[in-house]
């Protein structure tokens, strides 16, 4: 058997063709079917605009935001396998995690990828103001990136706590601190003291928005595993969902970024 | 060869009488009389069902069971205090500071009034610092220097008649700034 006769066996397999099943994409119209054909191409659009492509114009902080959050991604994972978000174990896990676990640096890409990734979408965002591409008919997905920077920043503040140190632990003392201020709904804010049954207040400390977001009167266990929970799964997953529609609604609203 | 189906051809089409379709339509067929109290309900329905799936979901947030240090506590005989002293023995557990002059005692809370730290009392300056940014408090609770916008916070703080002890109860707080400070309620005489 030549090695021609090989190649042409591989390729007129069942096997092959069934994964491979445009064939060789050598027309455009192949390309277009390979690239829709598969889910994994599909995220890509087939064709981009010279402009999309110079790194002058977008400065690729788009790409980098996604790329930095799928390095969230696979290092969380990776951590989530050796930390516990309980008072016991929360920061001597974090301290095994730099001193005993393989490989210390994970947590450390964990946390300045995080960093990077906040600086990397306030950067997007703010080419995506200075080349008007705010403006429709991509309003609509302005706004999805003004809920995805605010996800960014509440990963990062859920984030914080987990360490469970004493910057942690004051950082989200003060920083949930503001949600005592929510209008009619935090024992601070305005409103909140007109809501009440004769004298007893009715939005006090130990039933308001902070109460709610944080599992108690102050930082605690629950509020441990209640920001973990957030960190890991609902946030991301809301993001997600949210950069799915972001992605998409480019395309739809007439490609990445250029004069439309 | 006539008679392959192909995988597109569909049933020839059978008149509606006597059908199931037509069972439906006669019995109960939406008129457009009917129509808007169907669609009515339908949307009352799921509105219910969100709204009752939304409040679950937000009532779910809220602990009924708290495993944190209680609001109202004994403190001790007010004789356990001395004259002049800040005392500090409360501080770890219930965050008050308990402090007794020559004719009061009043019970202070340990939050900074600026974003929620917990300051430290330093005896030998006499006064209260928060280590975050630098507020500070006199031995009333009064500020006077740094980021704090108004006084510490005093707890309700009365005798127990059973056993003279001192009950202390966070839950409710005195403002200075409102006046609350002058309630028989924010401390004790001694």
């Known amino acids: 058997m030549t090695l021609k006769q090989v190649q042409e066996g591989i390729v007129n397999s069942q096997v092959w063709k069934s994964i491979f099943r445009v064939g060789i994409p050598d027309t455009n119209r192949k390309r277009v079917l390979a690239v829709l054909g598969s889910?994994?191409?599909h995220l890509h659009p087939v064709k981009v605009r010279r402009s999309g492509v110079r790194m002058s114009y977008t400065?690729?902080?788009g790409g980098t935001s996604f790329f930095l959050f799928l390095v969230e991604t696979v290092t969380g994972l990776l951590l989530m396998f050796y930390y516990r978000p309980t008072i016991e174990y929360a920061f001597t896990d974090i301290m095994d995690l730099r001193e005993q676990a393989p490989f210390g640096i994970m947590r450390e890409m964990h946390r300045w990828g995080a960093h990077a990734m906040v600086i990397a979408v306030w950067l997007h965002m703010f080419r995506v103001f200075m080349t008007g591409s705010y403006k429709p008919p991509r309003e609509f997905?302005?706004?999805i990136g003004v809920i995805l920077l605010v996800l960014t920043l509440l990963l990062s503040f859920t984030g914080y706590l987990l360490p469970w140190d004493q910057l942690a632990i004051w950082a989200i003392t003060v920083g949930s601190n503001m949600a005592r201020a929510t209008p009619g709904a935090g024992n601070e804010g305005p409103m909140s003291s007109l809501i009440k049954l004769g004298d007893v207040p009715l939005i006090h400390a130990g039933d308001d928005a902070r109460f709610g977001l944080i599992a108690g009167r102050s930082i605690g266990a629950a509020t441990l595993l209640r920001f973990y929970v957030l960190h890991c799964m609902v946030i991301p997953l809301a993001a997600g969902f949210l950069m799915a529609i972001h992605f998409w609604r480019v395309r739809k609203d007439g490609g990445i970024s250029g004069p439309l | 060869m006539s008679e392959q189906i192909t995988p597109y051809q569909v049933a020839p089409k059978t008149?509606?009488?006597?059908?199931?379709?037509?069972?439906?339509?006669?019995?109960g067929e939406i008129t457009r009389r009917k129509f808007p109290v169907v669609l009515t309900t339908a949307?009352?329905?799921l509105t219910a069902a969100v709204g009752g799936l939304a409040s679950i979901l937000g009532r779910f947030l809220f602990p009924n069971v708290l495993f944190e240090p209680v609001q109202?506590?004994?403190?001790g005989l007010p004789n356990d205090y001395s004259v002049g002293e800040v005392d500090e023995r409360w501080k770890?557990?219930?965050g008050i500071w308990i402090v007794r002059n020559e004719e009061q005692m009043y019970a202070l809370i340990t939050i900074c009034t600026h974003l929620g730290c917990t300051p430290n009392w330093l005896p030998s300056q006499n006064k209260f610092k928060c280590p975050c940014h630098g507020s500070g408090y006199y031995r009333t609770g009064v500020n006077f220097?740094?980021?704090?916008p108004r006084p510490l916070e005093r707890a309700k703080i009365s005798i127990d008649p059973a056993d003279g002890q001192i009950v202390v109860d966070k839950s409710v707080q005195f403002h200075q700034e409102r006046g609350e400070w002058s309630s028989p309620d924010s401390f004790l005489k001694v």
Do not use: H, T, Y
């Open chain 1, 39 to 41: 889910l994994i191409l």
């Open chain 1, 59 to 61: 400065w690729c902080m």
């Open chain 1, 141 to 143: 997905n302005w706004n």
């Open chain 2, 15 to 27: 008149p509606l009488a006597g059908s199931a379709a037509a069972e439906i339509r006669e019995q």
């Open chain 2, 43 to 45: 949307w009352v329905a």
């Open chain 2, 72 to 75: 109202k506590f004994k403190a």
């Open chain 2, 92 to 94: 770890d557990k219930f």
């Open chain 2, 145 to 148: 220097e740094g980021p704090a």
